[in-house]
DNA sequence: TGTAGTGTTTAGTATATACTACACATATGG
DNA sequence: CCATATGTGTAGTATATACTAAACACTACA
């Protein structure tokens, strides 16, 4: 239980809170659907984190990016997934070619996808 | 249930069967390291497939492509799954902004990744 | 005719996932 | 002082995952 994605929330949290009286652990618990106690724990890493729909939610009232959440959370999106397995060598081939890639290159082929002619 | 999976793992070991007297069902399962009786299920589609790590290696066993199998059960290898999680806002706009090019833009892509000097 | 091998049926299990419900302790403001 | 709100501790739950174990029925062949 790496408790980073709790850690991680606590602060998201911690720092909307510091602007708006709505963001305490049970207020903000309630928006998301879920019990306060659990989500007490899973700040602390005493739980694993919740299902991506749970994380999705949250990130959506932390204003925060899900995928990013569901990283630290040791998940990937379902709709990513999804696209993958359309295609399962293409994507595999890809992205494991790109595992080593520094980040200005990836960044680069991102953008000659989005703005190629393909 | 989609049983597309099982369907598939059927039709493969019964092609290697034509050949090999190796791949009966209890073969097989022995191979992989599983009970007959979870195989015979999972090829009908009665269960739903198994974990990765059985998958990858029914693969094996059946000269198939991993990721294809992993695709058809409705998963997507952790070792992807990793290299995404490490930059996850890049490969997510990345992947979905793939996701509606037809497959020879994808090659197209994939072929410079390999051959760039990134 | 029996025994070896085929796939299948039925019943059950251990572990993980994703939570809930309720009670408790502390602090804070009116 | 007490009502309210804060976070937390403890215990328990439903469902899914990923299987096992043992017995059954059929076929082949020696």
Redesign the pocket.
């Known amino acids: 239980m790496a408790a980073e994605f709790g850690d991680y929330v606590r602060k998201c949290r911690e720092k909307k ?1 510091a602007q708006s ?1 709505d963001f ?4 903000l618990a309630q928006r998301v ?6 989500l ?2 899973v ?2 890493g ?9 994380i999705s939610s949250l990130a959506k009232e932390l204003d925060e990016d899900p995928d990013v959440l569901l990283a630290l959370a040791g998940k990937v999106s379902s709709d990513l997934q999804k696209i993958i397995r359309k295609r399962p060598k293409l994507f595999a081939q890809l992205i494991r070619e790109m595992k080593n890639m520094p980040n200005h290159a990836v960044v680069r082929v991102v953008r000659e996808v989005r703005d190629g002619d393909w």
Chains 1, 2 share one sequence.
């Open positions: 809170r009286a305490s652990l049970r207020k659907g879920i019990e306060p106690s659990y007490s724990k700040e602390r005493q739980e694993s984190p919740p299902s991506e729909a749970t």
